[in-house]
């Protein structure tokens, strides 16, 4: 069996919308935070793809590009749910309505 374009991007598309419906359906910040990485890592996978079958770097780079930012992001938003979490003692979205601690 040929491993075509479309198999990458049907992949990537369902890794998408099952980070798009965790995001959208859980409350808990982690479980929202991790689909946002899913999120980002479908994204790299379809840039990946398109680069592979269109015989160019372009798309290498900009997942190189996108992985330094998502590390930035882990870094300070797990920074920030720790801080959350130490002062309010939840990690429910419910419960923190306000930014204010």
Do not use: C, P, W
């Not at 982690?30 to 990946?48: F, G, K, Q, R």
């Not at 797990?78 to 419910?94: D, F, G, S």
Request: proline letters at 0%.
């Amino acid at each position: 069996m040929n491993v075509g374009l479309e198999h990458y991007l049907v992949v990537s598309a369902l890794l998408f919308s099952l980070g798009l419906l965790g995001v959208i359906v859980r409350r808990n910040l982690l479980v929202i935070y991790m689909s946002l990485e899913l999120m980002l890592n479908a994204a790299n996978l379809a840039l990946v793809a398109f680069s592979r079958f269109n015989n160019n770097l372009n798309g290498q780079i900009m997942v190189f590009f996108i992985i330094t930012v998502a590390a930035a992001e882990v870094s300070v938003g797990l920074a920030l749910i720790v801080a959350l979490y130490r002062r309010r003692q939840t990690a429910h979205v419910e419960d923190l309505t306000t930014m204010k601690l």
